[in-house]
């Protein structure tokens, strides 16, 4: 474990704006997580998910995809457990209100293009809203979808940040579980 560095301020977060986070990414991955974008917090730090708060390294191992908490600067790592990341959108925003139903198309038919490039077995989105305005799914819901990329399935989980009242731990650890098993029995 890294110890904890200080916390950007709020000209650093501003100055983030717009900035974009190289993806976590290589060939014939289990399952490629996708996240709506960067928030500033996170384009300043340079790690996936890295705002206190965000729960999706914890998530990820009580779940039972990594065998202890990540930190976000152990992001790579995952490559190693047959786990990626990427982003619907690239660039960051102080929240994903702030993105257009046209460039949340447009980062859906980017993703799909980078799904058949990689081919990870599953490709698991986390946030329906973003899901359904990027993918044209309006009544799209949690859980394993009909829709492919190619050969990889798709997979619609809940957004891991902290303001998402509706999951709350214990629960969104329940439902990245059923993804890991579906995983494990591929």
């Given at each position: 474990?890294?110890p904890?560095?200080?916390r950007?301020?709020?000209?650093?977060?501003?100055a983030?704006e717009?900035?974009?986070?190289p993806?976590?990414?290589?060939?014939?991955?289990?399952?490629?997580?996708?996240?709506?974008?960067?928030?500033?917090?996170t384009a300043?730090?340079?790690?996936?998910?890295?705002r206190p708060?965000?729960?999706?390294?914890?998530?990820?191992?009580?779940?039972?995809?990594?065998?202890?908490?990540?930190?976000?600067?152990?992001e790579?790592?995952?490559?190693?457990l047959?786990?990626?990341?990427?982003?619907?959108?690239?660039r960051?925003?102080?929240n994903a209100?702030?993105?257009?139903?046209?460039?949340?198309?447009?980062?859906?038919?980017?993703?799909?293009?980078?799904?058949?490039?990689?081919?990870?077995q599953?490709?698991?989105l986390?946030g329906?809203?973003?899901?359904?305005?990027?993918?044209?799914?309006?009544t799209?819901?949690?859980?394993m979808?009909?829709?492919?990329?190619?050969n990889?399935?798709l997979?619609?989980?809940?957004?891991?940040?902290g303001?998402?009242?509706?999951?709350p731990?214990?629960?969104?650890?329940?439902?990245?579980?059923?993804?890991?098993?579906?995983?494990d029995?591929?």
């Amino acid at each position: 474990m890294q110890p904890q560095k200080r916390r950007p301020t709020k000209d650093e977060l501003a100055a983030a704006e717009g900035r974009t986070l190289p993806d976590i990414i290589a060939p014939n991955l289990k399952v490629l997580f996708c996240g709506i974008n960067p928030g500033l917090y996170t384009a300043v730090v340079g790690h996936h998910f890295a705002r206190p708060g965000n729960r999706f390294w914890p998530t990820l191992h009580a779940a039972g995809f990594t065998p202890r908490i990540y930190l976000p600067s152990e992001e790579s790592s995952l490559l190693d457990l047959g786990v990626g990341i990427t982003n619907i959108v690239d660039r960051a925003t102080a929240n994903a209100a702030e993105l257009s139903a046209m460039e949340l198309k447009e980062g859906g038919s980017k993703l799909e293009e980078k799904v058949m490039a990689y081919q990870p077995q599953v490709l698991a989105l986390l946030g329906i809203s973003a899901y359904r305005v990027a993918f044209g799914k309006a009544t799209a819901g949690i859980g394993m979808q009909v829709q492919t990329i190619g050969n990889t399935r798709l997979w619609v989980l809940p957004n891991p940040s902290g303001l998402n009242a509706h999951f709350p731990p214990r629960k969104l650890a329940e439902v990245y579980q059923e993804l890991r098993l579906f995983v494990d029995s591929l």
